[in-house]
Nanobody, 128 residues
Framework: QVQLQESGPGLVKPSQTLSLTCSVS??????????WIWVRQAPGKSLQWLGA???????YYRPTLKSRISISRDTSKNQFSLQLTSVTPEDSAVYYC????????????????????WGQGTQVTVSS
């Protein structure tokens, strides 16, 4: 069973950079046709797709975040990471990493349970 685990600071100050890492076990992040995804859910709001990195290393970002977001990977550690710069309190949410197999990158409209695998989520609060 593939397992994903998010890690990173739970509190980030406004204007700073949010950095999270997803550690993957029992599957390689270079496995063909797998996409490795970051999503978040703020209180009272629906799940929001942030971006993804493909098995090939190609990256895909939510257009409204494109100037602030970066997703990278470390294949030697079988991890992928999220960086979100210039955060504001509106970036406070539970952040999840997820994975889904497919012929193209999954983007908007999926519920967490529609991904093949997902982590338990980590709360990130942006506050001074």
């Amino acid at each position: 069973q593939v397992q994903l685990q998010e890690s990173g600071p739970g509190l980030v100050k406004p204007s700073q950079t949010l950095s999270l890492t997803c550690s993957v076990s029992d599957a390689s992040i270079t496995t063909n046709n797998y996409y490795w995804i970051w999503v978040r859910q703020a209180p009272g709001k629906s799940l929001q797709w942030l971006g993804a990195i493909a098995y090939s290393g190609s990256t895909y970002y939510r257009p409204t975040l494109k100037s602030r977001i970066s997703i990278s990977r470390d294949t030697s550690k079988n991890q992928f990471s999220l960086q979100l710069t210039s955060v504001t309190p509106e970036d406070s949410a539970v952040y999840y990493c997820a994975a889904k197999e497919g012929s193209h990158v999954p983007t908007y409209g999926l519920a967490l349970e529609e991904y093949d695998y997902w982590g338990q989520g980590t709360q990130v609060t942006v506050s001074s």
